[in-house]
């Protein structure tokens, strides 16, 4: 006969068990919030395992699918200027893909030590020109020598896997949309903690967004750091408050509305990519809006940088954009690297170059 004292006593042991575990359970604190358009798959290159994660969304959480090795630059610490020989850390998107042939037009032999392929990371970003960081062609590309991956410390700022790593994490990866998030240790908080640092970003952001539909132009530029903030057009907080001011005293009240929203933080700041759809009388846009956060003195989330661009939604559609991912080849055209560094494609060079 079973005992029915013991079965409860272990029924309580593993909800107690469960209980624990789920206390216990802890998130990338990279990753905050995660989407199906700017965040299907993010990968996160940690400097000090030289570790490079590939993370896929799930329902908004990260879950990790995939680890490889990789190396980075010669010498310790973030990237603070050409030469330095430095892998920056940050926040950063994919922004161009060079192929096999364009690495070899434009630097003959000598391109061969990039193997494969390489993909353009937007280094620098607005934080980093904020800090006054110089340098640039900071990639992702794997090599013909891939003993320099065991190494670990073996490049000139650029982050580089093996050939079969690259082809095979370039099909989870999209221009514009996918980000790379640089660190040099990836920190992982208790899940209370991760959603308590998540709310406070996001109700930064809703806040400003309501504010702007509202025409609150006090409450919408108070979401803004009047100390750090720089905008690439107009400068400092004074003249883009100046702007926003007389924005908001033009006739007609706007419709704002933002969808598909990630999080993800890096060093000191976080950057919440999202769908912005501006209507007002005189102009209906699409676009996507990146938010730069950075914590004031008092531990409030403020925005210190913001970019709005077509980039990543050229030429989509409403029913494209509702598509959900796909992993596919679409910068290979076969799994074999020793064929791709022999076939010549017939594709036009690029304009960027690598400096580091």
């Not at 210190?304 to 796909?326: C, H, P, R, Y």
């Amino acid at each position: 006969m079973l005992n029915l004292t013991k079965t409860v006593r272990i029924i309580s042991l593993s909800l107690f068990v469960c209980g624990i575990a789920q206390a216990n359970e802890v998130m990338p604190a990279a990753l905050m919030q995660l989407d199906d358009s700017f965040s299907h798959h993010v990968l996160v290159a940690e400097k000090s395992t030289h570790q490079l994660h590939l993370f896929q969304n799930d329902n908004g959480q990260p879950k990790l699918i995939k680890t490889v090795q990789m190396a980075t630059g010669k010498k310790l610490g973030d990237k603070i200027f050409q030469g330095d020989h430095r892998t920056p850390e940050g926040v950063y998107q994919m922004t161009e893909f060079l192929t096999h042939d364009d690495l070899i037009k434009r630097h003959g032999k000598a391109g061969e030590i990039y193997g494969v392929g390489a993909f353009v990371m937007n280094y620098p970003n607005p934080m980093d020109e904020a800090d006054g960081k110089t340098g640039g062609g900071i990639w992702i590309h794997s090599t013909n020598d891939e003993t320099r991956i065991d190494k670990g410390l073996d490049s000139r700022g650029c982050v580089v896997t093996a050939n079969v790593d690259l082809i095979d994490l370039a099909k989870y990866i999209e221009l514009n949309r996918t980000s790379v998030v640089v660190v040099h240790n990836l920190n992982y908080l208790k899940k209370d903690a991760w959603e308590t640092e998540r709310n406070s970003i996001q109700k930064t952001v809703e806040t400003w967004a309501k504010a702007w539909q509202d025409e609150d132009i006090e409450t919408y530029l108070s979401q803004y750091d009047n100390k750090k903030f720089k905008d690439r057009t107009r400068g400092s907080y004074g003249p883009f408050a100046s702007y926003k001011r007389a924005v908001f005293k033009a006739p007609g009240k706007p419709e704002i509305r933002i969808s598909d929203i990630s999080i993800m933080l890096a060093n000191d700041y976080a950057v919440v990519t999202f769908i912005q759809d501006y209507q007002a009388t005189n102009l209906s846009d699409i676009g996507k809006k990146l938010l730069y956060l950075k914590k004031n003195e008092y531990y409030e989330w403020k925005i210190v940088s913001e970019i709005w661009t077509k980039q990543g939604l050229e030429n989509m559609t409403d029913s494209q954009a509702k598509v959900a991912f796909q992993p596919s080849m679409r910068f290979f055209n076969t799994l074999n690297p020793e064929q791709i560094m022999e076939i010549t494609p017939a594709t036009g060079s690029s304009t960027q170059s690598a400096s580091n």
